[in-house]
């Protein structure tokens, strides 16, 4: 039962930061921007979710620079990708390996050391116990006392298929991404869509951050989004951007992260149970491409 | 050309303004910051030696990438290509002892079919099950680096020595100075002419281009793009496991953690930047290596981390791309109104 | 006499597309309220730049825009539809994946209290609308489901849901067949008497007559004049926008067809993704015959082309090329037989960054020994040089250098380099989709010229064509493609234009 709970329990975990970072990706999937910047955003929220929480002692306001750092990267992308029209592909891959940088440069400047920064001052976001809920025979201890930022991954599931599919800007949204010309020629300026698009990405990602530093452990290292927002990546397109997809696949990244922590306990050594996720990646991608090609919004994949 | 040329001194001044601008918000002095810099990769007497030298790694993982992106492949997995070339030269190595003269060409060798193979597995999966080596490229650089670290921690590693590491490999496949300079510059440059030569004056190469510009065109022509494709992961598998090897031949000879550092990813970002032509690899990869080299000599006398570099080198490659496409766009409208007012 | 009131005039307008090209020198125009009004001219002369203008979606350099007494300038077609301006464009601009609706009320959709899309009340809208102007649209069906003239007629709703008063159509009976080309008129005619402005871009001179009350015909970036369509006629219109005499009389001599060069077999393809099929394609074309394919856009020509070339699997049947079959082949081999010259040149056809030299040489670089150094690996570019200098001499191709950009061609020269470089290929077969697609008129004779040509030469040309009149001047037999079957295998003499537009249509040679 504690082997099946704690798979459970990894799994939950692993999958927050991955579904929130995939969500936020989707908004730019269906607007037709090829946006693989979740990675440094992400990175870039653990860092100042820290930065936040360590200075200011409310966890709060840890996420809420999370947020707004995330927001900061999301706006230099829309000033280059958006306004100066530089490839998308290009400006994501600089803008995470600027996130990774500068990360890197304000750890060793602010907090004066090298590789991690963990101490008690760091306030964590709390877990949530719900009274009732928390009875229940043998699921009340999954769906209650999660971190506060796993229950909002899963309103922010809710609230975005709302919003893609319900909503006039979900409308907008998904046209700008099938046919721009089309939404130019109603009335419509694409850019404004995409840009909005690249906000959403940015407060997902950065609350997906902080959930890496401030819920998942207490500490910022360097380089700590590990290749999620690659995963993130993956999710989306193996689903197509539906976010009750997302939601998904999402659990099964977050299981492999759980089964490679299960596997460490049968003696394999660390390095290849950290291989599990991307790995499982791969294989899901074989089962997608076996499926045959589906309708691409981007030309690359 | 010479558009080009003002794009990236525009792209580079700007940078070195920004970072101008953070330090002094920090209470740094830029100027003796940036005389340092250029003090300690090019003024000095050694200086120039060592920037050569460091620009190897960049400058094959940035021709890895460029031929990659130019033939229409999205080969990102030159972190990992890098990560298992180098393993391949250690083992070599560290199991084979050769004379010299044989040596290095066997552990060059090594080093290219380790990146190659690691190439090879994405081109397999792409080519036997469709899927994308956007995403298994990526995939397989995350593998790599925790292989190669349970390799370094487990079975290779040096039981005398305080962290993850393997022992030295012989003496016999060590790259040593020649005078100021290391040779591996010398195959760096012959990397850079080798796939000019390739990408321009050969059959494959015409059509690698071909397919990078319009796949559906070469298709139809009769390119064989499938077969080309593999080709093209095969061969700059090969450069990037070259970079590898090059980094341990070059430098600490062994296989330590923290290896590969960021060569590939700058390798990426200066194919980027380059837009994907070889000389302008090769010119930017030394650039980069100047911001590199004399980063750690700035670190010494002003105190500014060195990391600032890696946030000078993201700015860049933006300021320069952005720029690029403002620089065409403004140049076109300009030569637009001309003809607009000289209709007759 | 009293003044007519002027609705818009856009005055001495110049526009350059970036970095040379004079699409519009000094051009004057006006159109008054209530009127059908034609812009005539052919391919590249401006009709449709002039418009991309007026509506915002491309700047211009000098001059200046009258709308209703006001001067205006929409910076977006936002603006333009606010002020009650709307366009149609040349390729339909609607999401295939959204429904009628949907597409109808993108970007003024209605919503209830809780900002929701208000699904019903859009759908019930969209219903009048349809009532309104009698339409006969299905609102729930999606886009790609409907044919290309219901498509067309979504596209004008759309505007007319936003009540627009000015309708400016691009090239729209393009699309069409013969048989609904009258209906889109009535629907036009309809809407002039319920007040609205109608503007029609066509190179079409028959249905321009019939349709407009003026045309204003431009040529080569000028306006050349503006008539009343009561007061002049076909030959003057074209002697207008070519600015010389045009035949209209077919050059093909009879001749007798050789033996069968290219011929399927129980060809068919069905694809779960595709939405288009072949069923049971029987074909054949014989050497020193052109064999011209009619049919509406999207009814398996996508499909027929690449099975020929080798882009997809038929899922049975064959494809036999001068006796060998050539269905399993690759590529390559296949061009040893076969030339081609696709509809999308930029997609297909070349690589527009390219250099013109490199697009000139592809598949010789790999068929033609003259190309091939030191064992097949290394390339000749001297010979390069010379066999692109025999194209661009030969097929008098105009140009500044072979070393520039495919791209700085003119669109007529890009196809003589085509052409020129499939033509030396020396192909028993010659596939040709829409040969003439987009080309000035003194090229368009120059392509007709040279493929009558080398039907004189004997090749086996097949020929997809959505141009019925090109089809009547260049081909010797007709063959209709309608949801992937060939429903038609006519001589072109033994038939007319109203019975192949009956069979693109529907399918059978009886009206419905």
Redesign the interface.
Request: glycine share 2%; aromatic share 14%.
């Given at each position: 039962m504690t082997i099946l709970s704690g798979l459970l329990r990894g799994m939950i975990s692993g999958a927050t930061p991955i579904l929130l970072a995939a969500l936020g990706g989707s908004f730019t999937f269906y607007a037709g921007v090829f946006n693989i910047a979740m990675e440094g955003m992400m990175l870039t929220g653990a860092f100042f979710a820290v930065l936040g929480s360590y200075y200011s002692g409310s966890w709060l306001v840890g996420v809420l620079l999370a947020v707004l750092g995330s927001l900061l990267l999301a706006l230099i992308f829309i000033l280059f990708a958006v306004v100066l029209k530089t490839d998308e592909f290009v400006t994501g891959i600089a803008l995470n390996l600027f996130a990774v940088g500068a990360t890197t440069y304000l750890l060793r400047q602010i907090f004066q050391v090298k590789g991690v920064f963990t101490h008690p001052g760091i306030h964590p976001i709390p877990e949530i116990h719900i009274p009732l809920v928390e009875d229940i025979p043998f699921l009340g201890q999954f769906l209650s006392g999660q971190n506060l930022i796993v229950y909002v991954a899963v309103l922010a599931t809710l609230i975005s298929f709302y919003i893609i599919f319900r909503t006039p800007f979900g409308l907008r949204l998904r046209a700008a991404g099938y046919n721009p010309a089309c939404l130019v020629s109603s009335g419509v300026p694409t850019n404004h869509i995409r840009a909005y698009s690249l906000l959403i990405c940015g407060v997902l990602c950065g609350l997906a951050g902080a959930f890496l530093s401030l819920g998942y452990v207490n500490l910022f290292s360097e380089n700590m989004s590990a290749g999620r927002g690659w995963i993130s990546l993956a999710a989306i397109i193996l689903v197509n951007g539906n976010p009750l997809g997302l939601a998904l696949i999402s659990l099964l990244f977050g299981l492999s992260d759980g089964l490679g922590l299960l596997l460490q306990s049968y003696q394999v050594p660390a390095q290849f149970t950290s291989m599990v996720p991307y790995l499982a990646t791969l294989v899901a991608l074989f089962f997608y491409a076996r499926r045959g090609r589906r309708k691409k919004r981007f030309e690359v994949i | 050309m010479i558009q080009k040329s003002i794009n990236g001194i525009l792209g580079i001044f700007t940078a070195l303004l920004i970072g101008a601008v953070m330090m002094l918000a920090?209470g740094f002095d830029p100027l003796a910051t940036y005389q340092s810099l250029f003090d300690f990769s090019l003024f000095r007497s050694s200086s120039l030696a060592t920037t050569l030298k460091n620009a190897v790694p960049l400058v094959l993982t940035g021709l890895s990438a460029s031929m990659a992106f130019a033939s229409g492949v999205?080969n990102l997995g030159q972190p990992g290509q890098l990560l298992i070339g180098a393993l391949f030269v250690t083992l070599g190595g560290l199991y084979i002892d050769l004379p010299p003269i044989l040596m290095i060409p066997f552990l060059v060798l090594m080093a290219m079919f380790g990146g190659a193979l690691w190439a090879g597995l994405a081109a397999l999966?792409r080519r036997a099950?469709?899927?994308?080596e956007?995403?298994?490229t990526?995939?397989l650089?995350?593998?790599a680096d925790?292989?190669t670290?349970?390799a370094i921690?487990?079975p290779l590693k040096d039981e005398s020595a305080f962290s993850a590491m393997t022992p030295p490999i012989t003496r016999s496949g060590w790259l040593h100075e020649i005078g100021a300079f290391n040779p591996s510059i010398l195959i760096m440059l012959a990397a850079v002419a080798g796939m000019w030569f390739v990408f321009n004056?050969?059959?494959?190469g015409?059509?690698w281009?071909?397919t990078g510009?319009?796949s559906?065109?070469?298709?139809?022509?009769?390119?064989?793009v499938d077969r080309n494709f593999v080709s093209i992961m095969l061969v700059t598998g090969a450069l990037a496991g070259l970079a590898g090897g090059m980094v341990v031949m070059a430098g600490p000879h062994r296989f330590l953690r923290g290896l590969g550092a960021?060569y590939a990813?700058?390798g990426?970002?200066i194919a980027?930047v380059a837009n994907s032509g070889l000389i302008a690899t090769l010119l930017y990869g030394l650039f980069f290596s100047i911001f590199q080299t004399g980063a750690l000599g700035m670190e010494l006398i002003t105190n500014v981390?060195s990391?600032?570099?890696?946030?000078l080198?993201?700015?860049t490659?933006?300021v320069i791309?952005?720029s690029r496409?403002?620089l065409n766009?403004t140049?076109?409208?300009l030569?637009?109104?001309r003809?607009?007012r000289e209709?007759f | 006499m009293a003044a007519i009131e002027e609705l818009i005039s856009l005055n001495n307008i110049v526009k350059v597309y970036p970095p040379n090209v004079l699409a519009l020198d000094d051009v004057s125009i006006s159109f008054r309220e209530g009127e059908i009004h034609a812009l005539v001219g052919e391919n590249g002369a401006g009709k449709s730049t002039l418009m991309k203008v007026l509506y915002g979606l491309v700047p211009f350099n000098q001059g200046n825009i009258f709308y209703r007494g006001r001067r205006v300038r929409f910076q977006e077609p936002g603006e333009a539809i606010a002020a009650g301006i709307g366009m149609v464009h040349q390729e339909i601009l609607l999401i295939p994946e959204f429904t009628v609706w949907e597409n109808i009320v993108l970007g003024s959709e209605p919503v209830d209290q809780w900002g929701r899309l208000d699904e019903e009340r859009a759908r019930q809208l969209v219903g009048e609308k349809i009532q309104e102007f009698q339409f006969h649209l299905n609102p729930s069906a999606r886009v790609e489901d409907i044919s290309v003239a219901a498509r067309q007629k979504v596209e004008i709703l759309k505007l007319l849901y936003r009540r627009v008063s000015v309708l400016i159509l691009d090239e729209p009976t393009a699309v069409l067949t013969p048989q609904e080309i009258p209906l889109l008129f009535a629907e036009l005619s309809r809407l002039r008497a319920s007040g609205h402005t109608i503007i029609f871009i066509s190179h079409r001179l028959e249905e321009v007559l019939a349709l407009s009350d003026r045309i204003t015909v431009l040529r080569k970036g000028k306006k050349v004049a503006t008539v009343e369509a009561g007061e002049t006629t076909r030959q003057e219109l074209a002697r207008l926008m070519v600015g010389r005499d045009v035949l209209f009389l077919s050059r093909r001599k009879p001749q007798t067809p050789g033996k069968v060069v290219f011929k399927t077999e129980n060809l068919n393809f069905v694809n779960n993704q595709s939405r288009h099929q072949l069923h049971n394609i029987q074909l054949k074309v014989h050497a020193g015959e052109i064999v011209a394919v009619a049919g509406v856009e999207g009814n398996g020509q996508f499909e027929l082309v690449n099975a020929i070339m080798g882009l997809n699997q038929p899922t049975s049947g064959k494809i036999f090329v001068d006796t060998t079959d050539i269905t399993q082949t690759e590529i390559l081999e296949r061009r040893r037989l076969i030339s081609f010259v696709p509809q999308d040149r930029g997609k297909m056809g070349a690589s527009l960054s390219a250099m013109v030299m490199e697009n000139a040489m592809m598949t010789h670089h790999r068929l033609n020994p003259r190309f091939i150094l030191w064992k097949g690996l290394l390339l000749n570019f001297n010979y390069a040089q010379i066999f692109t200098d025999q194209i661009v001499d030969r097929f008098k191709v105009i140009l500044s250098s072979k070393f520039s950009p495919f791209r700085s061609l003119s669109g007529g020269n890009q196809q003589k380099v085509i052409l020129g470089r499939e033509l030396l290929l020396d192909n028993p077969f010659l596939l040709l989709d829409q040969p003439t697609r987009g080309l000035d008129v003194g090229s368009i004779e120059y392509v007709h010229e040279q493929i009558l040509r080398i039907r004189q030469e004997g090749k086996a040309i097949l020929m997809i064509s959505a141009d019925l009149e090109e089809i009547f001047l260049l081909a010797d037999r007709i063959v209709v493609l309608y949801r992937g079957e060939l429903v038609a295998d006519l001589p072109s003499d033994k038939t007319n234009v109203e019975e192949i537009g009956r069979y693109m249509l529907t399918g059978k040679a009886i009206p419905e």
């Open positions: - | 920090q999205i999966m099950f469709n899927m994308s956007f995403i298994v990526l995939m650089n995350m593998i925790f292989f670290l349970w921690t487990n004056r050969w059959n494959a015409y059509e281009r071909i510009q319009n559906l065109f070469a298709r139809l022509g009769g390119c064989k960021n990813w700058d990426v970002m980027i981390p990391e600032i570099i890696v946030v080198q993201a700015v490659v933006l791309v952005a496409e403002y766009i140049l076109d409208r030569a637009a109104k003809r607009a209709r | -």
